[in-house]
């Protein structure tokens, strides 16, 4: 699927700001999963923008408006075609052999450990729950940890995992919110809580994702969070992206599956990530995969941020 991508972010202050220096995570990953056929960026005022990869793989842009400004604005057009139409097509392993491919890829991509043994707010809580403790003793919603899934032996782990998202879907309720996104007073969000969905049967994307992650992470799998775009024929019109499905904007969780690598899954909807879904940014948790950072000279607060996200195919 070859899709058009249409992002903007609007930024305004209460009163003109100087020295404004930005870092910005908006553009599609190009790898193995999917192609970054062409890529536009521009600011409002008028500025540079250069680019550098974090840690993770992440394109991140920079640019730095000097003169005084009351509001700025960031447009990004990109052009990117999803090659794995079918996240069910690999050439899959034995699960007698499943570990040892795993072990493989730890060896020859060592930091690969990171998310492996890196662990959020669920992790003690599901750990708690497999050792037997009682849910209310630990503040877990009943109905969630009664069919909290156990890794099985014998079983292949890609279809252990779509258990666990189906599990999460069935329990947890989907709601809005959005990671590293403002709110139009310019006050941050509260960042995404891995335990809210286990503690309260309910969560944003990204919370959902994260509880999703942490079951991976438990079962000593390669594991991250997932920050991109989900094309649907609600969000082709275009509207204001709030980090939920079919707004455009989209968390979700991706797993390192044997023969088949990355594989991404999505708790908030209930399905494994297909062509649909395009890679922005990756990390362990929301924090690493923040869209914005920012910081300014100048008495001025912000007083609004807004992004809009357009989502097209390309014939």
Request: aromatic share 6%; proline share 7%.
């Amino acid at each position: 699927m070859r899709l058009r991508i249409r992002r903007r972010e609007h930024i305004a202050f209460d009163a003109p700001v100087r020295e404004h220096h930005l870092d910005w995570r908006c553009a599609p990953w190009d790898d193995a999963g999917q192609r970054l056929h062409r890529q536009e960026l521009t600011c409002t005022p008028a500025a540079g923008l250069a680019s550098h990869r974090d840690c993770y793989g992440n394109q991140v842009h920079r640019t730095a408006v000097l003169g005084a400004h009351e509001a700025l604005v960031l447009d990004m057009e990109a052009e990117v075609e999803t090659l794995v139409e079918d996240p069910f097509a690999f050439a899959s392993v034995p699960p007698e052999r499943e570990r040892e491919w795993i072990g493989n890829a730890l060896r020859e991509a060592p930091r690969l450990w990171d998310l492996v043994l890196h662990r959020n707010a669920a992790a003690p809580l599901l750990d708690a729950l497999l050792a037997g403790e009682s849910p209310s003793d630990l503040g877990v919603d009943a109905a969630v940890a009664e069919d909290m899934p156990v890794l099985r032996t014998g079983t292949p782990l890609f279809a252990q995992l779509q258990d666990a998202t189906s599990w999460i879907a069935a329990t947890c309720t989907l709601t809005k919110a959005a990671v590293g996104e403002q709110d139009d007073d310019g006050t941050p969000d509260a960042p995404p809580v891995a335990d809210a969905p286990l503690r309260q049967a309910a969560g944003s994307a990204a919370e959902l994702a994260l509880l999703l992650v942490a079951v991976a992470r438990g079962w000593n799998l390669p594991a991250r969070l997932v920050s991109g775009y989900l094309f649907t024929p609600a969000n082709a019109d275009s509207c204001e992206g709030r980090g939920e499905p079919g707004s455009g904007l989209h968390h979700w969780a991706e797993v390192l599956v044997p023969g088949a690598g990355w594989r991404g899954f999505d708790p908030a909807i209930g399905q494994v990530a297909d062509g649909a879904y395009v890679r922005q940014s990756v990390g362990r948790e929301a924090a690493d995969l923040r869209g914005l950072r920012q910081s300014f000279k100048g008495e001025a607060r912000p007083c609004e941020r807004r992004t809009e996200v357009h989502i097209e195919p390309v014939a």
